[in-house]
């Protein structure tokens, strides 16, 4: 499997073994342990409204929230500038698992609210989030605040993989 843009891409565009680990969510890609992105391609047919619908239901069903929505698309197109590619990033958080991290490690507020984007690359729909562990590579080791990173890292994976299935 390839996963585009991340930094552990061999000259042959695949993801070496050593370099990554498997995800926490059945049936998704490995996550590289070089890159703080994670892709999931979207199952072609799947729209952006069923998208959206999906990331709405899964993040009520891991007790998160979604903060904000924000629709390049739609705003490039309310300033007269026409785009034909959704762009969507969409805001999430567990506020109590934020709260926890945020507690011991404040500087990883730069990284909050967690993020789903929405994207399209060469006619196909991508989802892709920035990972809350390859965030906290930057501060002092905190064993509580890996472990809910880790916790935050299953959830928004959890939820992209639903999305990219449509909502099945």
Excluded: W
Aim: glycine residues 8%; contains cysteine; charged residues 15%.
């Amino acid at each position: 499997m390839t996963l585009s843009g991340c930094a552990n891409l061999s000259s042959a565009g695949t993801v070496t073994p050593a370099s990554t680990v498997p995800s926490p969510v059945a049936g998704t890609p490995p996550i590289s342990r070089n890159s703080p992105l994670y892709i999931i391609p979207v199952k072609p047919g799947v729209t952006p409204a069923q998208i959206k619908m999906a990331i709405e239901t899964g993040l009520d069903g891991e007790n998160m929230n979604l903060v904000g929505t924000l629709d390049v698309q739609k705003g490039l197109k309310a300033r007269g500038i026409e785009s034909k590619s959704p762009y969507v990033i969409y805001e999430v958080c567990n506020l109590v698992l934020g709260a926890k991290i945020l507690k011991s490690t404040p500087e990883f507020g730069a990284f909050a609210p967690c993020k789903i984007i929405l994207y399209e690359k060469h006619g196909k729909l991508n989802l892709l989030t920035y990972l809350p562990t390859y965030a906290l590579r930057y501060f002092p080791k905190n064993a509580e605040s890996k472990k809910v990173a880790a916790q935050l890292d299953s959830m928004i994976i959890h939820v992209m993989k639903q999305a990219a299935d449509g909502g099945l």
